[in-house]
């Protein structure tokens, strides 16, 4: 489909000319033509449009708006064309205005005056309506089955490290102990609602557009009902006006899209930062690293950080939506072309992202010691000693404040760890301190204690792990 050549001879001049051309007496100029002509963009939905046509020509045949041999004919004129476009002996005629263009020029070529009836009761605003939600309806369950895949080798990785101590952070400092179990199912937490986002939308494009004409509808006997169920939709829209000047399931897609990017710059940014040498948690495999042509001794995040600074095309995406709709009257405007373009490039960007981010982080080796090591100093255990007062009746304002004090007296005395004091140090903080801290706020004993549900605990963990597992297996595809 890439040869700008038809491999089935050239159109007539007939059929070669814009559909909109009949009342014009001069043809444009070329410039403006090249201007607008969208085929370079939607030609991705080819079969998606001959999906459509068939279903309208099938709905005019048992309507008999037009002969049923001739919609008969027009259906089978229309396999023809989608197998030689699957098999790769046609190509797309790029001189056509756009994907609907050349699809009907080329029926007329092979079928003859039978092809000219195809747009009957049909405008360009309404099919377009119809390709794009076909086209969605059909590329984001596989999108989906990518973010699957992502969690799944996740709660994989998570299932080998439910014992691996890691120090959670707030504001990039040390907060509490954790383990990379627990920070990965994170990750997979916000997958999950990308996954459910995607799916929420999927549920708004149920309702098949194609009917409502280039605007009013049309004085032909139409069953939009009709099309709708032979392809697959629940029914129709209700109101043909806001039909073909609807693009708020291209605006909704595209900030699913945003959202899925979001999350995946936030867990590369933590990727590069871990992969460093002051960190040392990750090893990415030489396979996902790229060198220097100038420093020998480097081995780069580089795919962690392009997928991190391809979260501005996809923002940009967003934004050209959002404005290309701002202050449109009802119903089509031209403007409404420019959606295609931003919203395969949110497409696009974020499935590349997925398959690459899944290949690295597969890949990707852990390194236990290191990430244990966080876990020392920092008084990342200082909440727990004020849960330790709490457990023996200190009031937590009170406890909050004891254990404040152990950090400062552990800083002026020189130390990184509360343990570090001896426990008349500690006794001088609160009386209810007794030896027994010393084992009860250890990395991994923090841990094991915080088995809330959703907590870090290797019990608890183990169960978010089970829930995420069953998640995938009744997602996947």
């Not at 201007?35 to 939607?42: A, G, K, P, Q, Y």
């Not at 699809?103 to 070529?109: G, N, P, Q, S, Y």
């Not at 392809?231 to 595209?254: A, K, M, P």
């Not at 760890?417 to 706020?441: F, N, P, Q, T, W």
Request: proline share 3%; hydrophobic share 40%.
């Amino acid at each position: 489909m890439a040869s700008k050549k038809s491999s089935h001879g050239t159109h007539t001049n007939d059929n070669h000319k814009a559909l909109w051309s009949g009342r014009f007496a001069d043809g444009p100029d070329a410039a403006a033509v090249e201007f607008e002509t969208s085929i370079f963009v939607d030609e991705r939905m080819a079969l998606d449009d001959i999906a459509g046509s068939i279903a309208h020509a099938t709905m005019l045949g048992e309507q008999k708006i037009i002969p049923l041999a001739e919609a008969k004919k027009i259906v089978a004129g229309l396999q023809g064309i989608q197998k030689d476009l699957q098999n790769g002996t046609l190509s797309i005629d790029y001189s056509a205005e756009d994907i609907h263009s050349f699809i009907e020029a080329t029926l007329t070529d092979r079928i003859g005056e039978a092809g000219k009836k195809l747009h009957t009761g049909r405008s360009r605003n309404d099919q377009i309506a119809l390709d794009e939600r076909l086209y969605l309806r059909r590329v984001v369950p596989v999108l989906q089955s990518k973010i699957i895949t992502l969690i799944e080798v996740l709660t994989d990785i998570a299932s080998s490290h439910t014992d691996s101590l890691l120090t959670g952070y707030t504001h990039m400092q040390h907060a509490q102990p954790g383990t990379l179990a627990q920070h990965l199912l994170a990750w997979c937490a916000m997958l999950r609602r990308d996954w459910e986002l995607f799916d929420s939308s999927l549920s708004r494009m149920v309702l098949s557009p194609l009917g409502s004409g280039a605007l009013q509808g049309s004085t032909l006997p139409l069953n939009r009902e009709r099309v709708a169920d032979l392809l697959g939709f629940e029914g129709v829209t209700q109101n043909t006006l806001d039909s073909v000047s609807d693009r708020d399931y291209c605006i909704e897609f595209t900030f699913d899209c945003v959202m899925l990017q979001q999350h995946l710059s936030r867990m590369c940014e933590e990727i590069v930062l871990w992969s460093t040498t002051e960190f040392g948690f990750v090893e990415l495999s030489e396979k996902w690293s790229t060198g220097s042509s100038i420093m020998p001794q480097k081995k780069n995040p580089d795919f962690a950080e392009l997928i991190r600074g391809r979260t501005g095309k996809v923002y940009g995406s967003l934004i050209s939506l959002l404005t290309m709709v701002k202050g449109l009257p009802l119903a089509y405007d031209r403007d409404l072309q420019e959606d295609k373009e931003p919203l395969f490039a949110a497409l696009d960007t974020v499935s590349a992202n997925l398959v690459v981010f899944t290949q690295m982080i597969s890949s990707a080796t852990w390194n236990k010691e290191k990430m244990a090591q966080s876990c020392e100093g920092g008084f990342a255990n200082a909440t727990d000693v004020a849960e330790y007062l709490v457990r023996k009746g200190m009031p937590f304002r009170t406890a909050h404040s004891v254990a404040a004090s152990a950090v400062r007296k552990a800083i002026d005395a020189g130390l990184s760890r509360i343990e570090d004091l001896s426990l008349d140090e500690l006794e001088d903080c609160s009386k209810l301190i007794e030896e027994d801290i010393y084992d009860l706020i250890t990395p991994a004993n923090c841990v094991r204690e915080r088995s809330v549900t959703g907590g870090p605990s290797a019990k608890t963990v183990k169960a978010q792990i089970r829930l995420m597992q069953r998640f995938c297996k009744n997602h996947r595809m």
